[in-house]
């Protein structure tokens, strides 16, 4: 184990809250009454998924409020802040029992999905990779039987500072990523931000982080038999040609390519371990979206039930359909294709 030189105290000023919006209790009961109206098409079906999207945005625009629309617009620009929540979004009034296989039960009413769609739709496409879930393009984020001691959406256990799908290419990468509370009694999601870490990191060990001398593995809740699932070469932490912070850390794990990257990587797990995140337990009708490579997320551990749904977004789906020679509509990709791309 390196020796770890001491790490500054962070200060209060590197905190950092998602803004957060609350819906109307008028407009809410009016959009569930209208995405009450809508079934949850069958996926593969890319016609039907389609209309089913095109519904969703049309409602979003409906439902929400100006201010909302602004601070969408606002989230999704390329300079715009890392995180987002909305609040008192409509859940489903007949909701389900949490599913403990971590498929979408068959009989849920299609609100949340809808309103999801809706969100993502006003300013992007969601998109999802066929090894994971199924391809699914919302998927269920709830405890799984036997599976609750792993770090991963399926757990129970702390789950440490991470970004999704790191081992992937950057422009095969979703760029952001929601979570939509259905049931949640006490599990909180961590959130720190790459500019409160570049803030709070020595100077050396910025410049270490930001070269290209660590590799990302593929993480557990990925199925991908046979392929060495290792990124190329890459950053952990670095500023982008605006001049933002971003960041990017598997949650499984990342292999240092140099002695002085082991080093880097024990320091910079050090400094994580230091800052202070904002802790969001992200309620029934709550959206949180992040941006994820200007975040990193993590979870406490937690007892109660907790049943969200996650969707992956990015601006547009062209560049994963030509490196995969899919169908124009697809949504939803192999990891491996977009590895050997
Ligand atoms: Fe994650």
Redesign the pocket.
């Known amino acids: 184990m390196t020796s770890v030189p001491s790490l500054p105290r962070p200060q209060a000023s590197f905190s950092f809250e998602p803004p957060v919006l609350q819906l109307p209790e008028r407009n809410r009961e009016a959009w569930t009454l209208d995405a009450s109206a809508l079934s949850y098409p069958d996926y593969h079906d890319l016609n039907a998924w389609n209309a089913f999207r095109d519904a969703s945005v049309h409602l979003a625009l409906r439902h929400l409020p100006e201010h909302f629309a602004e601070a969408l617009d606002e989230f999704f620009s390329p300079v715009g802040i890392p995180a987002l929540m909305f609040e008192n979004l409509p859940v489903d009034p007949e909701l389900p029992p949490n599913p403990s296989d971590g498929l979408r039960p068959r009989n849920k009413q299609a609100v949340s999905e809808a309103v999801i769609c809706g969100i993502v739709g006003m300013h992007g496409e969601i998109l999802s990779y066929l090894n994971e879930k199924f391809g699914a393009p919302i998927q269920e984020v709830a405890p799984i039987r036997g599976m609750e001691r792993i770090q991963?959406?399926a757990g129970r256990v702390q789950?440490g500072f991470?970004?999704?799908n790191a081992f992937l290419p950057r422009r095969f990468r979703q760029k952001g990523?929601l979570l939509y509370g259905l049931r949640n009694q006490d599990a909180a999601t961590l959130v720190l931000t790459a500019g409160q870490i570049m803030e709070a990191a020595p100077p050396d060990l910025a410049a270490s982080l930001a070269k290209p001398i660590f590799r990302h593995a593929c993480?557990a809740s990925f199925s991908l038999p046979g392929t060495p699932a290792l990124s190329a070469p890459c950053s952990i932490l670095w500023r982008d040609e605006l001049g933002l912070a971003r960041v990017s850390a598997a949650?499984s794990s990342i292999e240092p390519l140099t002695p002085g990257a082991a080093e880097a990587l024990d320091r910079f797990r050090t400094l994580l371990m230091s800052l202070e995140p904002a802790r969001v337990v992200v309620q029934p009708g709550t959206a949180l979206l992040f941006k994820d490579d200007r975040v990193l997320?993590?979870?406490d551990s937690f007892a109660g039930s907790r049943w969200l749904q996650?969707a992956y977004f990015t601006d547009s789906l062209d560049p994963l359909r030509k490196a995969t020679r899919s169908d124009p509509q697809a949504f939803a990709f192999d990891a491996g294709a977009l590895l050997c791309a």
Do not use: V
Request: aromatic share 8%.
């Open positions: 991963s959406n789950f991470h970004s999704d990523i993480p949650s997320h993590g979870r996650r």
